[in-house]
């Protein structure tokens, strides 16, 4: 045999040696993807347990843990394997929404903002994973609080057989420069060098597993995330 032909005769070799450690390299990614959307969803109510405690605000911690539980249930099926179950249950939508901007309120106020919810949906009601819904609703306020601007407004309104959640902030320039150079500013800033996604990511996952949608627009005047999720079938039903 020729030394071109050798060579050439190594090629399939070569190829399905490549083809594997490409496909490893593939799946470590997707792996490392999950884990770390894992990690971030328990560091969010972790951290909305730590800001609670500091201002003695106890009734804000309940739902908190039984999102970090529901986190770390999460992180354990990633990394031991398994899956988690999570039940679907027709719940009224205003709660969901008044939980997760009393999580909030105290994050928004170290760096001088406000949260303001404008309920407008009536008694809608929604089918849903109440935990994943919640963890969507928490990566929307956050990213408004880190990356927008001070006045945050959350508002709900029905959208023909949807309820349409926005959550819509003022921008960062219109954030007092008194604000800007405050240790929150400091680290929402820093914050928004480093991201990496992974918020944004579990949002559009929960639209997605909800048959809903999710859209994301920026202006000069700030950036408005909407999060529509369909009305339960028998309110919807009974609507049209």
Known sequence: MTELAEIVA??????????AATARGLRAGRRRTALNEALHELRRPLHSIALAT???AAPRIESSVQLAAAALERLDCEINGGTQERAMEVVPARPLLESAVRRWKARASIGGGSLILRWHAGA??????????AQ????????AIEHGGPSIAIEARL???R?????????????PAT???TPAGVVARLAGRR????????VRQVAAAHGGRFALRRTECGTRAVLELPLAKDLAGSAA
């Open 195 to 202: 991201r990496h996604g992974h918020g944004l990511t579990v």
């Open 163 to 175: 309820v349409r959640v926005s959550v819509t902030d003022s921008g960062w320039a219109s954030r």
């Open 136 to 143: 969507a609703l928490d990566n929307l306020i956050v990213n």
């Open 10 to 19: 190594g090629w399939p070799l070569a190829a399905s040696i490549a083809a």
């Open 54 to 56: 500091r201002a003695g």
């Open 159 to 161: 959208w023909g057989e």
């Open 124 to 133: 809608a009601l929604v089918e849903v994973d109440g935990f994943g819904l």
């Open 179 to 181: 604000h800007r150079g």
